[in-house]
DNA sequence: TCCGCAATTCAATGAATGTTGAATTCGAGG
DNA sequence: CCTCGAATTCAACATTCATTGAATTGCGGA
């Protein structure tokens, strides 16, 4: 929407248009690119966010894209691609507490990082499926770490097909609260889902699959 | 892959370019535009999908796409949007025989019928919900629909949230067997998903949901 | 048989996008 | 204080894509 004169702190007030150069220190345009192109990957996927877009929300110019990160590819791969969260380390945190309640944590916790400050890793992840071969690996590969761990630390058989069918829950409640945002799924709080998910995570992971 | 010399059925074999103007009679290109739309919308979402890729895959040239759905808007329209399948009709069909297998008939039928002949307007759909603004009002407005109607007729209370929960674990499922493609549950058969996912649907919608 | 019209291909166009190189400006070390 | 290098913007380029108009060819009715 708005991509021009977002000047005005600069120190030169007669200038509209931004000065050339280099800017006044103080100011991390690469963390700002990287922060910004979770945004916009999370909300336009990966080829639906162009680099002008994600320079101009950073506050830059497009050419920084490359020069921090060499291209577009590369942006992705380190604001998005690389999980800023260990899934071993994780489901390390969720094995406290009662097994038969291990559902309700998973689902509490998840919900509570996807409406926070990581959630738009995720949706960038699930939105970029299409579009980027490498964005469906990696979310296989977190859920496969995590829920394997997971599984097998509670003993449970079949592991890969549960660990499946916990993901599929578990994208699908994504896709539906935050991608296709059908109602009242968007706008239900996180204790009314987690009581209404929780008990068919928990039957994926420790009941009786047929 | 292969996006030349499909013209061997052609009545001069010694010019290897299709000729120009009118073709000979019996080749219903409107058809087999949209047959080849929805393959290729179904592999690769709305705006991954050229209309180069799709005039190749149905041996015609690009401007027919114009010619006859105006634009590639109007093409998505026609070949995605459109369901060739009503949801209450199909609903209909779903409530004969008793109502605590209802779950089992439901995933049965969905996998079946995505596994099969329609299953790539159903891939396009949710694979476009990115990058095209109507695919997720369309796929939303199917679920609705369908299951409002079912869970009405069984007596469930809490319509709406059950109505997105049921979708939140088709559509998880759907992503993950036909999208991302997890191991093994892209490769297992319809009989075992169902045992696995068929109960978690019936609590959705008969069950307590807390 | 002939003629108009519809179907088809081809080539070109304009817009959008990722990327690059030159020009410019600031910070820091000597 | 001066100079070198790094950071930044700007303009331009190459590519890809959807779309369009002209040219061409077959079908079907008179």
Redesign the pocket.
């Known amino acids: 929407m708005r991509h021009d004169e977002a000047v005005s702190t600069t ?1 030169n007030p007669e200038t509209t ?9 103080g ?1 991390d ?2 963390t700002a690119l990287v922060e910004a192109a979770r945004a916009v990957f999370a909300e336009n996927g990966y ?1 639906g ?4 877009a994600i320079a101009t929300r950073a ?10 990160f ?4 590369g942006l992705f791969a380190h604001a998005v691609l690389e999980l800023p969260f260990d899934p071993l380390e994780l489901q390390a945190a969720l094995r406290d507490g009662p097994a038969h309640e291990l559902g309700e944590r998973i689902v509490r916790t998840f919900l509570t990082r996807w409406d926070g400050a990581g959630g738009d890793v995720f949706q960038a992840l699930i939105r970029s499926i299409t579009g980027h071969e490498q964005a469906g690996r990696v979310l296989r590969d977190f859920f496969q770490r995590f829920f394997t761990a997971l599984i097998t630390s509670i003993g449970s058989d079949r592991i890969p097909l549960r660990m499946t069918l916990c993901a599929s829950q578990l994208v699908g409640m994504g896709m539906i609260r935050y991608v296709a945002k059908f109602e009242p799924m968007t706008t239900a709080d996180i204790e009314t889902l987690v009581r209404a998910v929780a008990p068919n995570l928990q039957r994926y992971l420790t009941g009786d699959i047929g």
Chains 1, 2 share one sequence.
């Open positions: 120190e248009a931004r000065r050339r150069g280099r800017r006044p220190a100011q345009t690469r080829d966010a162009t680099v002008r506050g830059v110019d497009a050419a920084m894209v490359n020069h921090w060499g291209s577009k590819e």
